[in-house]
Every structure is written in C-alpha cells, then in structure tokens.
C-alpha cells in the first residue's frame, strides 16, 4: 500500500528550463512533506520541505507547491542545470513520525 | 563533520549465512532508523530506534533484527539472509521532533545468493 506515489519514473529536460517533478499521497494525516535528492553512491539528501499549512515554499532554484485539496504537491525547479542530475524522492510524515517515501523520479538535465 | 557511516558498503553472501551491518552517526541524534530501497518501492523503514534500548518494527521488519546498546550506533542484523533480502539499505538519524533534519548514511548494497 503506496502512501506516496511518484507516477514518472524518469524525467528529461535542456539546461536552463523548467524541471517539474510530480507528488501525489494519499494518507490525509500527513502534515509535512519533503523531497530528497540522491546522487549515484550516496545517501538521499534533505532538499525542501513545505508544512501542511502552506501552500508553497521556496529555496533559491527549488520551490515546492503543496495542494491539500489534491492530494499533490510537485517540485519545480529554474533554472535546472546539469548538477541537478539525480533521483528525487518525495516523503511525507504525520506528528513528525516515521516517513513515507515515493518510488523516486530520475531527473536527467542535459547540456 | 555530521555524518552516518555504515560498513560494510557492499555485500556479496549466500542464503543463511548471518550478517550485520553497522551503523554510526556522530550527531548525537536521538533518533535512528534502517530503510531498504527496491526499484519502483521507493525506501521502506525496516526498523526504528527513537533512543538507546528503544527500538520498534517499521513497515517491513521481517528478517531483520536490531539493537540499540549506544546512542551512536544502530547495528541491522540479518539471522538468515535471503535472496528476497537483496537490496540497498540505508541507515539514517534524525533528532526526536524533527523529520527534515534526517541525516543518511551513504549506503550498503547487498547481495544474497
């Protein structure tokens, strides 16, 4: 039973545009929502994060929209740039408990 | 640095043969836990620990043991490995009240033949 979905498995987009990764859950208990970053080798690492109470968050190049009604939040970030090659995760967590985790989106920027 | 090691990084072996992967953070976080990651599942928490001597089952805790003896260090024990325990497992650590200050280690790639 998948709490959090990430429908596209992959994703390819030019330097300089718009990435656009996508979040849907289904538990409406979740009151906070992340997404990881991860590189080949390495541990996901923290990236953004939006409380429930918000409906959007930003950080520099990443913005994250929350949309309760929906269920969805997606990740866009711009300019994109060849680095922000990885694996994204989304979680969400309720009470600040345990996380669930999406399947992952590989984002692929190319030159 | 803050960081969470584990050791070994990658593991070959065969079924039943016990196994334990290490895991050491140096954050003085209260809170540790052991995920696994499979294609197209995402991570799954294995087992967690939100302090010394406490530790409690995660979403797919079959096959797996745990202790917690120190705050630092979240040892994940495999009794009797099995092929369907091949994955890549990741330990991480948090402090208690906040989930977006999750630290992971860099990962342990097993194989079970």
């Known amino acids: 039973d998948q709490q959090v979905k990430q429908n596209s498995p992959s994703l390819s987009v030019q330097e300089g545009r718009i990435s656009i990764l996508n979040c849907d859950y289904t538990?409406?208990?979740?009151?906070?929502f992340l997404w990881y970053k991860k590189y080949p080798a390495e541990g996901p690492t923290f990236l953004i994060s939006?409380?429930?109470?918000?409906d959007k968050n930003e950080d520099g190049r990443f913005t994250v929209f929350l949309n309760k009604s929906a269920k969805h939040l997606s990740l866009h970030i711009v300019p994109s740039q060849p680095g922000d090659s990885a694996v994204y995760f989304c979680?969400?967590?309720?009470?600040?408990?345990?996380?669930?985790f999406g399947a992952g989106t590989r984002l692929t920027v190319k030159p | 640095e803050a960081q969470v090691t584990q050791n070994p990084r990658y593991l070959i072996t065969v079924t039943g043969k016990k196994l334990t992967v290490t895991c050491s953070q140096n954050?003085?976080?209260?809170?540790m836990s052991w995920y696994r990651q499979d294609p197209g599942l995402g991570l799954r928490q294995i087992y967690y620990?939100?302090?010394?001597?406490?530790?409690d089952k995660g979403d797919v805790p079959e096959g797996y043991k745990v202790s917690r003896k120190e705050k630092r260090n979240f040892p994940l024990i495999l009794e009797s490995p099995s092929p369907n325990q091949t994955s890549l497992y990741f330990c991480?650590?948090?402090?208690?009240?906040?989930?977006?200050?999750?630290?992971f280690g860099p990962g342990t790639r097993l194989l079970v033949l």
């Open positions: 538990n409406s208990m979740f009151d906070y």
């Open positions: 991480a650590s948090r402090t208690g009240g906040r989930v977006e200050t999750q630290y």
């Open positions: 620990s939100m302090n010394v001597e406490v530790t």
């Open positions: 979680a969400a967590s309720s009470n600040n408990n345990d996380m669930r």
């Open positions: 939006i409380s429930s109470i918000k």
């Open positions: 954050m003085n976080h209260e809170y």
